[in-house]
């Protein structure tokens, strides 16, 4: 009778097999714990996606960029993290999980103290594309160590909810740090604030955390790291080209066509590699796409209100750094409430479809309440009500999708569909970025050429009219974004289909269960 095991899982990993009569071992007493470290390390992730942004304009001062390079700041990071996405999931799989997320921590840690240190443009960008290198193993490292620590259906609620709230609120903290960083210290303090962090993260990680096991004599797939990396690529940087271009640049056309075909040779690579770096069927399950497409659609939508309510209130209001991400902190407690008081509490009861088309369709009627401010509106008014229907809609949106996402798949491979979501929601929010940029670029330049300026009043009547057409350009893109996440509901709804919840319980519970040995008469 040959003993054969489960390809790619290590069964003889340290506290990772089952015991002798087959049972699969206790639960580690200090999961929580590792699940605050597993925080930390996504929270680091998402704030730097929205810190930099309020210390851009010091930076740029500081520094001297031009208003022509200081997009790379962002643009930096985002092009490494999302290109290398895939790639760093797989490394996760294949040469362990924890050493691929203590790793992304000290070299995104490292990174983020160069960039504090800049003494010109050339050395920011440079730390911020090796933080977006480093955060591109650490966060499907992160997500997948989430998965394969918690395994019990309801303890898995919870501790989806938590990195959902995270993964959600992590963006709206960012900008209050930022702003208390920028406003009393210095612009430098939002990359260095990530070195402390990273030390506690790492060294809880040592401590609390267990390798979940990794592949065994596979190797990597050059070819396809290579196709994968270089087709996301050319997208992010395509969609990032087209803000500051045009959609018929001969470029970003360039970037956008060759990043498909580049993506259609990676999905054929993939096909019929021993080892793919996206195993495919991960992508061919219904439900698990349609949460990937969810999350994709979401995050187009999400990106560019951020912005412009920030735009907003700073540009309009003219409130400071400070006080604008304050005015974030309601929006981030309902993202809480949702995420863990709903979403975690009813995930293991209803199917995941049920939290996630009535969350977006919440999300989705804050949009509205955003899209018709004008000029004159007020706080509590229009931007309240607006953030908070918004905050408790993604709240129980982002807990059930990540949890759908990652469900059911084997532990070998769950670096992969991290990886797979966290390059969906990069992708989106590149696309989101352009998208709706050029939709307010477009309406408020519309409506500046219908205005009549008087002569005798130029200089106030000039300044009333771009208020009122940037806040039209404003209505126009977040009505856009109302329309996506409507959009992302329907998906949601008739792609992730029903099932009854104990299955999801079992499934829940297999995805995280070691492997075993497999008997062949």
């Not at 938590?162 to 303090?189: C, H, K, N, Q, S």
């Not at 267990?210 to 050319?234: F, H, I, Q, S, Y």
């Not at 989705?364 to 905050?391: K, Q």
């Not at 709804?493 to 269960?513: F, H, K």
């Amino acid at each position: 009778m040959a003993d054969t095991t489960l390809p790619g899982i290590d069964p003889a990993r340290p506290g990772g097999s089952p015991d002798a009569k087959g049972a699969a071992p206790p639960p580690d007493p200090r999961r929580w714990w590792g699940l605050v470290v597993i925080a930390l390390a996504q929270l680091i992730v998402v704030l730097d996606m929205t810190i930099v942004n309020i210390a851009l304009p010091s930076a740029q001062r500081d520094l001297g960029m031009t208003d022509g390079n200081r997009q790379w700041a962002i643009t930096a990071y985002t092009l490494a993290f999302g290109g290398l996405l895939l790639l760093g999931g797989r490394i996760g799989d294949l040469f362990g999980r924890r050493r691929a997320f203590v790793t992304g921590l000290v070299g995104f840690a490292a990174a983020s103290a160069l960039g504090g240190a800049a003494t010109g443009p050339g050395m920011l960008f440079a730390a911020r594309a090796l933080q977006g290198v480093f955060a591109a193993l650490l966060a499907p490292a992160a997500l997948s160590l989430l998965t394969t620590t918690f395994t019990d259906p309801r303890e898995r609620g919870k501790a989806f909810g938590v990195f959902g709230a995270i993964a959600g609120a992590g963006g709206a903290v960012g900008m209050l740090v930022g702003g208390l960083l920028t406003e009393y210290l210095d612009w430098r303090w939002c990359l260095y604030v990530n070195v402390p962090v990273a030390a506690v993260a790492v060294a809880g990680a040592v401590v609390l955390l267990k390798e979940p096991g990794r592949g065994t004599g596979a190797r990597l797939d050059v070819l396809g790291a290579v196709l994968g990396t270089a087709g996301v690529l050319a997208i992010v940087y395509g969609f990032s080209e087209a803000e500051s271009r045009d959609w018929t640049d001969a470029r970003v056309l360039a970037l956008l066509v060759g990043g498909v075909l580049i993506l259609g040779l990676f999905a054929l690579r993939q096909s019929r590699a021993r080892t793919p770096l996206l195993p495919l069927h991960i992508v061919r399950d219904r439900r698990r796409a349609g949460a990937y497409l969810t999350m994709g659609l979401v995050t187009v939508a999400m990106f560019g209100v951020f912005l412009f309510l920030t735009f907003y209130l700073q540009g309009i209001k003219e409130w400071s750094p400070l006080k604008t991400g304050t005015a974030y902190l309601p929006m981030t407690v309902c993202m809480v409430i949702g995420s863990t008081q709903i979403s975690a509490r009813l995930l293991h009861r209803v199917p995941a479809r049920a939290l996630i088309t009535p969350g977006l369709l919440v999300a989705a009627g804050g949009l509205a309440f955003l899209a018709s401010m004008d000029v004159d509106a007020t706080y509590l008014g229009r931007v309240l009500p607006g953030i908070c229907l918004m905050g408790l809609g993604m709240g129980v949106t982002f807990m059930a999708a990540i949890s759908t996402a990652t469900g059911g798949v084997a532990p070998g491979e769950q670096g992969a569909a991290s990886a797979t979501l966290n390059t969906m929601q990069q992708v989106g929010g590149s696309v989101g970025t352009a998208l709706l940029n050029t939709i307010a670029a477009s309406a408020t330049a519309d409506r500046l050429a219908g205005h009549r300026i008087d002569p005798a009043g130029q200089a106030a009547q000039a300044k009333a009219a771009l208020a009122e057409a940037t806040v039209h350009g404003y209505s126009l893109a977040t009505w856009t974004s109302a329309g996506i996440l409507l959009v992302a509901a329907l998906v949601a709804a008739v792609l992730i289909n029903s099932r009854p919840p104990a299955n999801d319980t079992a499934e829940a519970a297999d995805d995280t269960t070691p492997a075993t040995p497999v008997h062949a008469g």
